[in-house]
């Protein structure tokens, strides 16, 4: 069974950075990508990255671009998420996800995702 597992968020002033890890034991076979959303109260669960595993290809939601960077190491069996010039609307629960088997539904679509970590709370405040 796969399992994710977060860690890396605090609370940080407008303008900082924050390094969030996922790791995980092992990946399904058919996993492709792995993705980060975030979610703030009262509100849906958002796409913030992907990272297809085999080409390493990423995207971004438009509201992240050139602030955040996703990225894996295959050897720690780890994805990252470095946020850079955070703002106080990054705010919220930030939560890796991993499918198990191939998905044609968009990669920000939270249904093309059957696993999920625990999440790690990024608050940005001044």
């Known amino acids: 069974q796969v399992q994710l597992v977060e860690s890396g968020g605090g609370s940080v002033a407008p303008g900082g950075s924050l390094r969030l890890s996922c790791a995980f034991s092992?990946?399904?076979?058919?996993?492709?990508?792995m993705a980060w959303f975030r979610q703030a109260p009262g509100q849906e669960r958002q796409g913030v990255a992907v990272?297809?595993?085999?080409?390493?290809?990423?995207y971004y939601a438009d509201s992240v671009k050139g602030r955040f960077t996703i990225s894996q190491d295959k050897a720690r069996n780890a994805v990252y998420l470095q946020m850079n010039s955070l703002k106080p609307e990054d705010s919220g629960m930030y939560y890796c996800?991993?499918?198990?088997?191939?998905?044609?539904?968009?990669?920000?679509?939270?249904?093309?995702?059957?696993?999920w970590g625990q999440g790690t709370q990024v608050t940005v405040s001044s």
């Open positions: 996800a991993a499918p198990t088997s191939t998905s044609a539904r968009g990669w920000s679509d939270p249904r093309a995702y059957n696993t």
């Open positions: 092992k990946l399904a076979d058919r996993t492709n990508r």
């Open positions: 990272i297809y595993t085999g080409t390493g290809n990423t």
